[in-house]
């Protein structure tokens, strides 16, 4: 995350879908700072407490590690978003699916994937059901907010991955249309 795009449309976006949350529990945020940040300012934009305020090491286990031992429900803040390599501004689909699994099974986990930008509406939906089919064949529970700013929550828990994903809707009033499933169930 950089300054420049501290307080954008993203940030409201963000912390709208956190508050819809919030039912579920307590959040905390794991952004990926690739400059100095702000961190009072980011939390209280945000609306919830950064458990990694250190500049995103070269050694990604620091990150994954704190992302790992988080209690209650973690969103993760990388600069982009969530591909299959990982790197300075993303995470990889293997360490949000290590993440997933290494917490609680009541916990939730949620990622801002800016990654799907480029390319047609179908090609940006048909990149965000093949990582949500990808994350359900590793056995993670998931579905995606469909948009320009788009979220994936993630959990061990079936069942608590659909009530969430419900809730949203009520919550929202997003159309269906903008919630994406993944494996047996795509909508």
Not at 107 to 116: E, G, K, M, P
Not at 127 to 138: A, F, N, P, Y
Not at 147 to 157: E, K, N, Q, T, V
């Amino acid at each position: 995350m950089t300054n420049s795009k501290l307080g954008d449309s993203y940030d409201l976006v963000k912390r709208s879908f956190l508050q819809w949350m919030r039912p579920f529990g307590h959040w905390s945020v794991h952004p990926m700072f690739t400059e100095v940040a702000p961190v009072a300012r980011y939390e209280k934009l945000i609306g919830a407490r950064v458990i990694f305020a250190d500049l995103l090491p070269r050694d990604r286990r620091s990150f994954t590690d704190a992302a790992q031992s988080c209690c209650g429900n973690l969103f993760l803040d990388p600069d982009t978003g969530l591909n299959n390599a990982g790197g300075r501004f993303h995470v990889s689909i293997a360490e949000f699916r290590d993440i997933v699994f290494s917490r609680p099974e009541t916990s939730l986990t949620a990622i801002f994937d800016q990654s799907v930008s480029h390319g047609t509406a179908d090609a940006r939906r048909r990149v965000v059901r093949e990582k949500l089919d990808r994350l359900h064949s590793e056995g993670v529970a998931a579905f995606a907010y469909y948009s320009h700013a788009c979220f994936l929550i993630a959990g061990r828990d079936a069942g608590l991955i659909a009530r969430v994903r419900e809730h949203i809707l009520i919550e929202s009033g997003l159309p269906e249309s903008c919630i994406l499933t993944g494996g047996r169930n795509p909508q």
